[in-house]
């Protein structure tokens, strides 16, 4: 069974850093989409950062890019978001997710089945 565990977050001020881990589990999949979703009751989700396996292409949303890296750890099967230069509009909670595809159709929401349980990320001004 596929598991996605997130750790990381919490509270930072403007302009601090943070870093969200998700470790992965129980996938056996050739092809598959695996990244970060963010959400807050204001906004509607929003695909962060994401990677589409097996040809590594990486994708960030316009509002992170320069500032959030992603990266995984194949030997720990963990991914990583490092966020730099936190915005008060980077506050939401963060979500791991994971999903078998048998093409590039990462930009595709429902392709990713499998969920973690979402780490907050606060940012105060």
């Known amino acids: 069974q596929v598991q996605l565990m997130e750790s990381g977050g919490g509270s930072v001020q403007a302009g601090g850093s943070l870093r969200v881990s998700c470790a992965a589990s129980?996938?056996?999949?050739?092809?598959?989409?695996m990244g970060w979703f963010r959400q807050n009751p204001r906004k509607a989700r929003e695909r962060v950062a994401t990677i589409y396996h097996p040809d590594g292409t990486l994708y960030y949303a316009d509002s992170v890019k320069g500032r959030f890296t992603f990266s995984r750890d194949n030997s720990t099967n963990t991914l990583y978001l490092q966020m730099n230069s936190l915005k008060p509009e980077d506050t939401a909670m963060y979500y791991c997710?994971?999903?078998?595809?048998?093409?590039?159709?990462?930009?595709?929401?429902?392709?990713?089945?499998?969920w973690g349980q979402g780490t907050q990320v606060t940012v105060s001004s």
């Open positions: 129980g996938y056996t999949w050739s092809r598959y989409c």
């Open positions: 997710a994971a999903g078998e595809t048998n093409g590039y159709y990462c930009y595709i929401t429902t392709v990713y089945n499998y």
